[in-house]
């Protein structure tokens, strides 16, 4: 069983900065893809920011310039370095992680609790 486990959320103002962290566990063969998505009340679930294996990391529009995204291979653990907050950031914040169970590449999404994230203007 894989569980993925984020920290770091809160209670921030706007120009602030934030840091996200969140570590996989379990037993497992390889991960493949890491990131973060958001979800904001009554919004659907949408990418922040994902990398590969090969370091190559994805953000969004809309965070682009502001956050970065940086992963730890040995460690199992992916971190998000938001800065220059603003109210439209705010969101429960879930890690994400495609898992391989097995060496025949078994698969599938995962998904931490999500950690609440909020910019108060």
């Known amino acids: 069983q894989v569980q993925l486990v984020e920290s770091g959320g809160g209670l921030v103002q706007a120009g602030d900065s934030l840091r996200l962290s969140c570590a996989a566990s379990g037993s497992f063969f390889r991960i493949n893809d890491m990131g973060w998505y958001r979800q904001a009340p009554g919004t659907q679930r949408e990418l922040v920011a994902t990398i590969d294996r090969n370091g190559r990391p994805n953000y969004a529009d809309s965070v682009k310039g502001r956050f970065t995204i940086s992963r730890d291979y040995a460690l199992n653990t992916v971190d998000l370095q938001s800065n220059s907050l603003k109210a439209e950031d705010t969101a429960v914040y879930y890690c994400?992680?495609?898992?391989?169970?097995?060496?025949?590449?078994?698969?599938?999404?995962?998904w931490g609790q999500g950690t609440q994230v909020t910019v108060s203007s």
């Open positions: 994400y992680g495609y898992v391989y169970s097995d060496w025949r590449l078994n698969g599938g999404d995962y």
